[in-house]
C-alpha cells in the first residue's frame, strides 16, 4: 500500500517546487499597481469570496483604473474604464482573446475544454465552435428560426401573467426556459416550473457556473493537483465534476436525440440544433452539438431572467419610465394588436430602456475574464503572458464621465438627438463578445414592449401607504459569477383594459393553430 508519509512528503516537495518557480523567481518587471499580498498565496484571503467585485472596486478606488493582484504566483487584471476595456480585450482581441485555465470547468464538466464560453486558444476549438454558432445568432439570421418561437413564447408568457400575476417570478423563468429550450431545441413548451426537465436544466445550469467561478476549486490555482489520485482526502472534486458532466452530457444528448428523431420523422420544427443538423454535422461531432446547445441554454436562462425581473423593478421605482413606455408603443402599435417583431426599431424608447437596465444592474458585474496569450505592455506596464483579465463591467458602467447621475434610471442616455438609440458595449469584448447578443436584445424588446402594452404594474403598499419595493442595495443581489436580482418580492400587475385579454388569448389560440 502506498504510504501516506511518503505521499504527503511528495506534495510538499511539489508545493515548495511550485513557489520557488512561479512566486519566488517572479521576474523583475514593471508591473501595474495593486495590493502586495501575502507570502505563496498573495491576495487570495483579501478577495470578498461571494462579490469579487467588491473587492475590485476597492482596489481600483485605491490604485487607479489599471490594477494587478496575485494569488498563488497568478498575475490577476482588472480594467475599471471603458478606454483600457476596448484597448485591451477589443483593440488587442489577438492577445486578449483566451480564457484562464479552469481545470474543473474545461477538463472535467465538459469533455475537452468544448464548452464554448470558457474554452481555451489551446483546446483548438473555440474559433471553430464561434463560427458555427455566429452563423445561425447573427441579426439577419434570426427572423428564420428564432423569431416565430420567440413570439409563441411571448404569447404564452401574457397569457399566464394575465391568469395568475400574482405568481409573475415563476412565470418568467418558466418562460426563459421555454425560450431557450425551443430556440435551441424546438422541444414544446413546459406549462410550470415544477416541470422535472426544468429541474434538470437548472441544476447542469448551477454546476456549470459553480465551476466558472475563478479560485473555486483550489486545482484552478494550483493545476499540479490534477494529477494527485482522486481517492485521497480534499481530491472529491474529480469525481464530482465527473458526476457533473455526466448529468449535462445526458441531459443534452436526451434534447439532441429528440429533436434529430423528428428531423428523421419529418417534422422538422424551426430551431438552432435542427439548422446544425441541416447544415453542420460535417464539421462538427454529436458530443460537440450537444456540447455547443447546453452552452447556448446555459448562457441565455439565467441573464435573461435577470434582465426581465430587473426591469420589472425599474418599473416599481420609475413609475414615469413605464407610463413613457406604454406611451411610445401605443403610438407605433395602436391598441387593437400586440407588438411584433416587425416593430423592432420603431418603438427606440423601449430598446434604449433595455439597454439602461443593461447598465444601470449589469446582470455580469465583472463579466467573464479573458486571459492573455502572450506577454504585452500597455500604458507602460508589463502584463505577462496567462494573466487573467476581467473588465469591472459595473464600474465602467457607473463611470460619470460616461453616464453622469449614474444612479438614475434614464433610457434617454441611449438616445441619441434624432431619438434613434445609441451603442452600450454591455455584451463583452473581441473574440469572445456575447454570441447571444441579438437574440438576448430582440426577445427583451419583445417582451418588455408586450408587457407595457398590456400591463400596468405597482409596488404593493404598507399600512402608512408607504410602496413596498426590493432593495436596490447591490449587496441584498445575488452573488458569486453573476448578480441577480431579488425574486422574492410582490408587485401588482393589472390589465390596462379587458380587450388587452382578448387580443392575446386570439394570439394564443392562433400559434396553436398554425402549430397543428
Ligand atoms: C441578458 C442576456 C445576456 C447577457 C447580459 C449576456 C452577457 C454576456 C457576457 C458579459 C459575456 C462575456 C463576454 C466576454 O467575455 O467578453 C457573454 C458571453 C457569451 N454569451 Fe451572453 N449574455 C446574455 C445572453 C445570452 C444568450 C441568450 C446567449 C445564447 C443564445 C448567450 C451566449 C453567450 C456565449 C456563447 C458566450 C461565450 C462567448 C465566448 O466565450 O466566445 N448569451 N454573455
Not at 475537452?112 to 439570421?141: M, P
Not at 455547443?292 to 413609475?319: H, K, M
Not at 438627438?417 to 447578443?437: E, Y
Request: proline share 7%; net charge neutral.
Amino acid at each position: 500500500m502506498l504510504n501516506i508519509n511518503a505521499l504527503a512528503l511528495v506534495c510538499g516537495f511539489a508545493l515548495f517546487a511550485w513557489w520557488i518557480g512561479t512566486v519566488l523567481f517572479k521576474p523583475k518587471h514593471n508591473y501595474p499597481p495593486g495590493p502586495k499580498g501575502l507570502p505563496i498565496i498573495g491576495s487570495l484571503l483579501a478577495i470578498n469570496n461571494e462579490r469579487p467585485w467588491v473587492t475590485y472596486d476597492q482596489w481600483a478606488r485605491q490604485y487607479g483604473d489599471i490594477v494587478m493582484y496575485w494569488v498563488m504566483g497568478k498575475p490577476v487584471l482588472l480594467l475599471g474604464k471603458m478606454e483600457h476595456a476596448e484597448n485591451l480585450l477589443q483593440k488587442r482581441m489577438m492577445t486578449y482573446g483566451d480564457r484562464p485555465q479552469l481545470v474543473m470547468a474545461q477538463e472535467y464538466v465538459t469533455q475537452n475544454g468544448w464548452y464554448i464560453g470558457t474554452a481555451r486558444a489551446e483546446h483548438g476549438t473555440h474559433k471553430k465552435h464561434r463560427k458555427l454558432l455566429g452563423q445561425h445568432l447573427r441579426k439577419s439570421a434570426l427572423p428564420d428560426w428564432a423569431q416565430p418561437v420567440e413570439l409563441r413564447e411571448v404569447h404564452l408568457l401574457l397569457q399566464r401573467l394575465g391568469e395568475q400575476p400574482q405568481r409573475f417570478v415563476n412565470i418568467i423563468k418558466c418562460f426563459t426556459v421555454n425560450v431557450m429550450l425551443n430556440t435551441t431545441f424546438a422541444h414544446g413548451s413546459v406549462p410550470t416550473l415544477d416541470n422535472p426537465l426544468v429541474s434538470r436544466i437548472n441544476a447542469a445550469t448551477d454546476h456549470q457556473f459553480v465551476t466558472q467561478i475563478m479560485g473555486r476549486f483550489w486545482v484552478d490555482y494550483m493545476p499540479f493537483l490534477d494529477y494527485l489520485p482522486a481517492w485521497l482526502p480534499g481530491m472529491g472534486w474529480k469525481k464530482q465534476g465527473l458526476l457533473w458532466r455526466d448529468e449535462v452530457d445526458t441531459l443534452y444528448g436526451e434534447l439532441w436525440d429528440a429533436t434529430k428523431k423528428r428531423r428523421e420523422a419529418g417534422d422538422p420544427r424551426p430551431c438552432l440544433v435542427q439548422k446544425i443538423l441541416e447544415t453542420q454535422m460535417d464539421e462538427i461531432s454529436e458530443l460537440e452539438g450537444t456540447t455547443i446547445s447546453a452552452a447556448v441554454v446555459d448562457a441565455g436562462t439565467e441573464t435573461l431572467t435577470a434582465t426581465t425581473i430587473i426591469l420589472l423593478i425599474i418599473f416599481l421605482y420609475y413609475p414615469d419610465v413605464l407610463r413613457k413606455a406604454q406611451r411610445s408603443v401605443d403610438e407605433v402599435v395602436g391598441r387593437d394588436r400586440l407588438p411584433s417583431f416587425g416593430d423592432l426599431g420603431r418603438i427606440p424608447y423601449i430598446t434604449a430602456m433595455v439597454r439602461e437596465a443593461f447598465r444601470w444592474r449589469t446582470v455580469a458585474p465583472v463579466a467573464i475574464p479573458h486571459a492573455a496569450v502572450r506577454d504585452d505592455v500597455y500604458a507602460g506596464y508589463f502584463i505577462p503572458k496567462g494573466t487573467t483579465v476581467f473588465a469591472l463591467s459595473q464600474r465602467i458602467h457607473e463611470d460619470e464621465e460616461l453616464y453622469p447621475n449614474h444612479e438614475d434610471f434614464k433610457p434617454e442616455r441611449f438616445l441619441d438627438k434624432d431619438g434613434q438609440v445609441n451603442n452600450l458595449p454591455h455584451a463583452g469584448f473581441g473574440f469572445r463578445k456575447c454570441l447571444g447578443q441579438h437574440l438576448a436584445e430582440e426577445t427583451l424588446f419583445l417582451v418588455m414592449a408586450s408587457f407595457v402594452w398590456a400591463f400596468d404594474i405597482r409596488p404593493p403598499l404598507d399600512k402608512e401607504g408607504r410602496p413596498i419595493r426590493p432593495s436596490l442595495d447591490p449587496l441584498d443581489w445575488g452573488a458569486f459569477l453573476a448578480s441577480p436580482p431579488p425574486m422574492d418580492f410582490e408587485a401588482i400587475i393589472t390589465p390596462r383594459c379587458e380587450a388587452a385579454i382578448k387580443i392575446i388569448n386570439e394570439a394564443v389560440e392562433q400559434d396553436k393553430a398554425s402549430a397543428s
